[in-house]
C-alpha cells in the first residue's frame, strides 16, 4: 500500500521524553489496535526520534507503545531547530527503505498514512511545516480522535456523488473557546478535475489530554537509524548558548492559584489589585486566561506587566498546575484553559454566567460578578484569619 502506518513524532528533554509524547503514543497504539483488528491489517505504530545521543529513550517509546522507532542521531539535532528538524522528518517520512526494515511487507509505501505532532511551540510549528512539504494536510490541536468509515458527499471533493472514504482520521477540536466541536477531516480530492491524494492525515495532539499506556517493558520493537543529511543552508541558525529561564511565577509550591480571564473587563484594573490581594489572603499564586496574557485591557504598566504575562497562563499554552485550591473567577472554561486546571483538588468559580462551560468542571459554582463575590471573600478570609492561625 502507499500509506501505511502511523507516525508520531516525539519531543524530548536530553533524552528524557515530554509527557506529550508518551500521550501521544498512547492513543497511537489505542488506535492502530483498533484499526487491525477492524481491517485485518498489521499497520505499526512508529515513533520518530530526533537527537543526539539518546538512544536510550528509543527502548522507552517501545516500552509505551512503539512498535518501531526511527532514530536520527547528530549533533546537528540536539536542540530543536525549525529549518534543521524539518527536512529531516521530511526525509524520514518519504524513505521506503527505512520503513522496509520493521515492515519487510511494505513495499508500495510512499508516505504515513497518519502522523502525530504534539500542540506545543515547538510542534505546532513543526507539525505545519512537515507537513506542508509533504504536500498534505493538517488539522491542530486535537483533543479526541476516531478512524472509521465514512460516507461523503461534496460538491469539490466527490463532484457531488455520495462516496465512502476508508481508514479516515476524525480529528476533533474544540472552537469558540470551546463552545463548538468542529470534526476535521483530510480527504483525497476524488472529483477527476482536481484530483488529488492527501497522505499523511496528520494533525498536533493537546497536551494532557490522552492516557499514556502502562510502561512494559518486556514489550519488544525495532529501533531503526537513520543517518541524515542537512542542506548547508538549513544550518545557518547555530544555537551557541541554552539557559532556561526560571519564571518567577510559583505555580508549583503553592497550594491555591486564583485566576482571573475576560471577566475583568469591567474595570480591569480594580480587577487585579482585587484578585492580588485574594491570592495575599490565602498565600496563593495567581494564574490567567490566554487572553490576558496579549494584554487587552488598558491597565497601569506594573500591573501590566505583572500580571497579563504569558507565564501566568494556565492552559494548554501555558502551564498546568495542581493545586489543592483552584479559584477561577471572570473565565469560562474553554476547553484549553481546562487542561491546565481540571485536576486541581477543589475549583471555585465566579462567574455571572451559569451556562458558562466551567459551571460543569468545577467543585462549587458562585453564580455572580466577581467585583461582587471576591471583596466578600476577602473579607470574610480576614474576618477568619484568627480564628484559623488560633488551630495551626
Ligand atoms: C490553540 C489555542 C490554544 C489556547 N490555549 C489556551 C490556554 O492555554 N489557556 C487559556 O486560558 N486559553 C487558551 N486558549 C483560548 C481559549 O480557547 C479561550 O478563548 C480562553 O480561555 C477564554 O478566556 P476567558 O475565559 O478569559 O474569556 P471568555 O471566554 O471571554 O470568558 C469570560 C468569562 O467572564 C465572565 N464574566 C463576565 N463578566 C464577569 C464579571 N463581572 N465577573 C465574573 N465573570 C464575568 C463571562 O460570563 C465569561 O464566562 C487557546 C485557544 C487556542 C485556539
Known amino acids: 500500500m502507499k500509506y501505511e502506518h502511523l507516525y508520531v513524532v516525539i519531543e524530548h528533554e536530553g533524552g528524557k521524553p515530554i509527557p506529550v509524547s508518551l500521550e501521544m503514543l498512547g492513543e497511537a497504539r489505542r488506535l492502530m489496535d483498533g484499526y487491525n483488528s477492524k481491517y485485518g491489517a498489521s499497520e505499526l505504530v512508529v515513533a520518530v526520534v530526533l537527537g543526539n545521543n539518546v538512544r536510550k529513550l528509543c527502548d522507552e517509546l517501545v516500552h509505551y507503545g512503539a512498535d518501531a522507532v526511527i532514530y536520527a542521531d547528530s549533533p546537528e539535532l540536539e536542540y530543536s531547530r525549525n529549518a534543521v528538524d524539518t527536512p529531516v522528518l521530511f526525509q524520514i517520512a518519504t524513505n521506503r527503505d527505512l520503513v522496509l526494515k520493521f515492515a519487510p511487507m511494505s513495499t508500495g509505501f510512499v508516505k504515513p498514512r497518519y502522523m502525530f505532532f504534539a500542540a506545543d511551540n515547538i510542534g505546532r510549528q513543526l507539525s505545519s ?4 512539504f509533504l504536500d498534505s494536510g493538517l488539522a491542530s490541536d486535537i483533543n479526541k480522535l476516531a478512524i472509521s468509515d465514512l460516507e461523503i458527499k461534496h460538491e469539490h471533493k466527490t463532484k457531488g456523488q455520495g462516496m465512502v472514504y476508508e481508514r479516515t482520521l476524525e480529528m476533533y477540536r474544540p472552537d469558540f473557546s470551546g463552545f463548538l466541536w468542529t470534526t476535521i477531516l483530510c480527504l483525497d480530492n476524488r472529483n477527476p478535475a482536481i484530483a488529488k491524494e492527501f497522505h499523511p492525515q496528520a494533525c498536533s495532539i493537546i497536551p ?3 492516557a499514556p499506556i502502562e510502561r512494559d517493558a518486556t514489550r519488544k520493537g525495532m529501533i531503526v537509524d537513520y ?3 542537512f542542506d548547508p543552508a538549513s544550518l545557518k541558525v547555530k544555537i551557541l548558548s541554552r539557559k532556561i529561564v526560571k519564571s ?3 505555580f508549583d509550591s503553592k497550594k491555591a492559584v486564583v485566576s482571573f480571564g475576560r471577566g475583568i473587563k469591567e474595570s480591569p484594573e480594580e480587577n487585579i489589585r482585587m484578585m492580588a490581594e485574594l491570592a495575599k489572603e490565602l498565600d496563593a499564586e495567581v494564574g490567567v486566561s490566554l487572553p490576558i496574557s496579549k494584554k487587552p485591557f488598558p491597565v497601569s504598566e506594573n500591573i501590566s506587566s505583572m500580571y497579563m504575562t504569558p507565564d501566568r497562563v494556565v492552559g494548554t499554552s501555558g502551564r498546568k498546575v495542581i493545586p489543592l485550591l ?5 473565565i ?5 484553559h481546562l487542561a491546565g486546571m481540571k485536576e486541581s483538588g477543589f475549583v471555585l468559580a465566579i462567574n455571572p454566567d451559569e451556562d458558562a462551560p466551567i459551571k460543569d468542571e468545577c467543585d462549587m459554582f458562585v ?14 478570609l480576614r474576618r477568619l484569619r484568627p480564628a484559623l492561625e488560633a488551630r495551626r
Open 367 to 380: 453564580k455572580g460578578r466577581m467585583e461582587d463575590v471576591i471583596p466578600v471573600l476577602i473579607e470574610e
Open 208 to 210: 494532557g489530554v490522552f
Open 326 to 330: 483552584y479559584v477561577a473567577a471572570g
Open 248 to 250: 518567577s511565577v510559583d
Open 227 to 229: 543517518a541524515p543529511t
Open 332 to 336: 469560562s472554561g474553554a476547553m484549553h
Open 129 to 132: 511545516t512537515v507537513v506542508g
